[in-house]
């Protein structure tokens, strides 16, 4: 071992002097101590001195463990916390290798300068007026600066800067500093994102807001929980009310006429009461006309979504008013040329249904004519005369029910009524039964299970769907010239629905228009034939009329219509 290393090492010359009161000790023992008492003297001082010798190298293990961690922890601050010391005047002292990394600088660059060197040119200065005065008065400050490195780059440091005192009195200063420009920059570019994405939004919601209001068109929003009603601008305006003028939910639904504000109110309520417990909105699509506080009268398609919360209350109802005045003109157009070429075909059939009575009637007034000429009217018997006039009545009374089957097929008032599925069968069969006779077409009729449910709608209607779709089987079977031609109807039901189904068996519909017959005025006929109308009319009607369903197939060698009716309740 280097004898001056030895020498110089506290812990070395404290073993060494522990070491030598022990020899000497041992020496005097042995040789120097005349008395008993003096030796057990010398003896405990030896013992003394080595457990002394003991516990003091515990106690230096000990210190060089700590003094290891502080070397570590020291370590560790100072490769993140940046630490800069100045004296009274705010000139740099001390400054440890953090401090050099982010500013740039090197120590002897920045010993002896001001704190300026790194001030941040924008910087107020009321923020460092308030720093001086904080830390001259004894107290600690604290402050995000923007500071700018050596070479021009802007960080940010979250600062505490305090007093450095002793026996009271201030000495210097003293910064301890967090780098905190990631967060900053994170900060900043979040922030920009979100104006960015607020700017977008603003923009989105301007246009969308004018696409509303150029369409025909309204958005509109009831908050029932803050009682707040919205009606988007142009909407607002094309029903009458002014811009500046605000409007209740309640003012609203008045411009509805009273003899249909409880359907509408109705409608509603059903829509809302048949939410399922699981869905926390439900959709609905209701019609109803209104006029407008200028008096133009309008038919409103009302289509939107009710939100609940978890109470099932209701809270919300919002969608879009759409304008179908037109187009409900149009369907009325096209429901009145469709019942116009119905009427066509009927008088066809009424032709052909009134011949044999009228020609039974002829031959009825023929035979008793040829008797009164034969004989003396006196001579005729009565019960002959009688005979006669009773089919002459029979024959009238059949050209009258024929007559009210015309009225009730063509009438344009629509009317709910009762009735029975299978009694709308029979009538259609009635009106069509000439044509299929004439044809030699084979009707059949079939009922799966009690049908016998009675429903509460638009007789009519349905009649002229069942009627349009025979007329079709017929029209197709008799130009395909098929050899024996047949429809077979049949009635059935399930849990929710009253099928009829109509099934020919002229050989389908061709896979490329298949799904193009229910189309408005697609059409396979000529001309002359027809308008091509009856089909989307007739899923139409079952769709409006009864929240139903008309749908065809290809099956068993010929097209099958399938009319579902949800069944009464």
């Known amino acids: 071992m280097n004898f001056k290393k030895y020498v110089l090492n506290p812990r070395s010359r404290i073993e060494a002097t522990h070491f030598l009161v022990v020899s000497i000790l041992l020496i005097n023992i042995v040789f120097c101590t005349q008395t008993t008492l003096s030796a057990i003297v010398q003896f405990i001082l030896i013992i003394a001195v080595i457990i002394h010798n003991k516990d003091d190298k515990n106690l230096k293990e000990e210190f060089e463990i700590l003094e290891k961690r502080l070397r570590e922890d020291s370590a560790i601050f100072d490769r993140n916390i940046i630490v800069s010391e100045t004296d009274l005047n ?22 002896g300068k001001s704190h300026n060197i790194l001030r941040d040119p924008e910087a107020s200065d009321e923020t460092f007026k308030e720093l001086w005065l904080t830390i001259t008065a004894g107290d600690t400050f604290h402050m995000v600066l923007k500071n700018i490195s050596k070479s021009g780059v802007p960080y940010w440091v979250d600062s505490s800067i305090s007093p450095i005192k002793r026996n009271s009195k201030i000495m ?35 246009r969308f807001e004018f696409a509303i209001n150029s369409s025909r068109d309204g958005f509109w ?127 066809g059939n009424i032709a052909h249904q009134w011949r044999q009575p009228i020609g039974a009637i002829n031959n009825a007034l023929n035979d008793l004519e040829f008797d009164i000429e034969l004989e003396d009217l006196t001579h005729v018997e009565a019960a002959k005369f009688l005979q006669t006039s009773g089919k002459i009545k029979e024959y009238t009374a059949h050209l009258s029910n024929t007559i009210d089957d015309f009225r009730k097929i063509s009438s344009d008032e629509k009317v709910k009524s009762n009735f029975l599925v299978a009694h709308v069968i029979d009538d259609a069969y009635k009106i069509v039964a000439t044509e299929y006779d004439k044809h030699k077409i084979d009707f059949s009729f079939f009922s799966v299970g009690e049908c016998t449910c009675e429903f509460i709608g638009y007789e009519r209607e349905l009649l002229q769907v069942v009627i349009n779709i025979l007329n079709n089987a017929k029209d197709v079977l008799t130009e395909k010239e098929i050899k024996k031609p047949s429809v077979v109807v049949g009635v059935s039901r399930d849990d929710k629905y009253v099928h009829v189904s109509v099934h020919d068996n002229a050989g389908g519909i061709p896979e490329s228009i298949l799904e193009k017959i229910f189309d408005p005025y697609f059409t396979t006929k000529h001309e002359s034939v027809g308008t091509g109308i009856g089909l989307y009319m007739s899923k139409k009607i079952i769709m409006d009329d009864f929240q139903g369903n008309l749908s065809v197939e290809n099956i068993d060698g010929g097209a099958k219509f399938l009319i579902s009716i949800p069944r009464p309740k």
């Open 221 to 347: 929003d009831y908050d029932l929980s803050k009682k707040e009603f919205y009606l988007s601008s142009g909407w607002k305006s094309r029903l009458g009310f002014k811009e500046e003028e605000g409007q209740t939910y309640l003012e609203y639904l008045s411009l509805i006429p009273d003899e249909y504000r409880f359907e509408h109110d109705q409608a509603m309520h059903d829509v809302i009461e048949e939410r399922p417990n699981e869905f926390d909105f439900v959709h609905f699509r209701i019609k109803y006309p209104i006029v407008t506080k200028d008096g133009e009268k309008m038919l409103i398609e009302d289509v939107g979504d009710a939100f609940f919360d978890e109470q099932r209350e209701l809270t919300r109802i919002t969608g879009f008013h759409r304008d179908v005045t037109e187009q409900a003109r149009q369907a009325k157009m096209i429901e009145s040329q469709n019942r116009i070429a119905a009427m066509g075909e009927m008088i």
């Open 172 to 206: 210097g200063y003293k910064s301890i500093r967090f780098d905190i420009t990631a967060q900053v920059l994170t900060k900043k570019a979040l922030e920009e994102n979100i104006n960015e994405t607020v700017g977008l939004l603003k923009e989105q919601s301007s």
């Open 90 to 111: 705010g000139i740099i002292t001390y400054v440890n290798q953090k401090f050099c990394e982010i500013s740039g600088y090197a120590k002897e660059e920045l010993i």
